[in-house]
């Protein structure tokens, strides 16, 4: 259910700390551990926002937090919510009161449009899918107070579905994982790395300096 205020500057705190967490590797957190704490209710709502963002087909008849409309692979599937939820970040704590904030919005959406919710569902999980999208389009305005919540949480989900955060690229890959398949993403060579041997544009870019080192750096 909707959760109490949030205290917005230890929030953004907490955001600004997962993206440096982020940026410095992979995740190490197994995807079955990074959700455990959290309730179906904040699972759906935060299944529901990934999927907006980044949508993907149902898994099962009934699947409601994701809206179904497009067929293939989507943010949840990639794993959206174990990269949000992983203990490896700061977030686990406040995902609930954003699970929160996000279902008061869909509530007032709801309410001003005379828009029917399915009882038993996070508000957010109960609109329809044209609904959530244009709510979640106003969430990222300049002028809207929280929006830098949800830039920061669109910034996670993207990273779990284009470079699968929270898993080694390596072991994703081998695993399937839906995001890096559906991109196109490269296996790496036989011994675990990636190796370009060809020019992005199948010529040097630049002369090599005659001062050049073996290693590659400038003398």
């Known amino acids: 259910m909707p959760a109490a205020p949030l205290g917005r500057r230890g929030l953004l705190k907490a955001l600004a700390a997962a993206t440096t967490v982020l940026a410095a590797g992979p995740l190490t957190t197994a995807p079955a551990e990074a959700t455990a704490s959290l309730t179906a209710w904040t699972t759906q709502s935060l299944e529901a926002f990934a999927d ?15 809206a179904g409309a497009v067929t293939g692979p989507g943010a949840v599937q990639a794993g959206a919510v174990q990269v949000l939820a992983s203990p490896d970040l700061p977030l686990g704590p406040w995902l609930p009161e954003i699970a929160g904030l996000l279902d008061a919005r869909a509530l ?10 399915p009882p038993g569902w996070p508000p957010f999980v109960g609109l329809p899918s044209d ?32 470079t699968a955060a929270h898993q080694h690229t390596a072991d994703a890959l081998a695993a399937g994982h839906p ?5 196109g993403f490269p296996a790496p060579d036989a011994d675990g790395l990636w190796r370009f041997p060809e020019h992005s544009y199948n010529r040097p870019l630049a002369d090599l300096h005659p001062n050049t080192t073996a290693s590659g750096s400038p003398a």
């Open 52 to 66: 907006t963002l980044i949508p993907g087909q149902r898994r099962h008849p009934g699947d409601l937090p994701i």
């Open 108 to 117: 007032a959406w709801a309410a001003t449009r005379l828009l029917w919710l």
């Open 131 to 162: 609904h959530r999208t244009a709510l979640v389009t106003g969430l990222f305005d300049p002028a809207d107070l929280d929006h830098p919540i949800w830039q920061v949480l669109a910034l996670l989900v993207g990273l779990a579905f284009d």
């Open 179 to 183: 995001g890096l398949t559906w991109i």
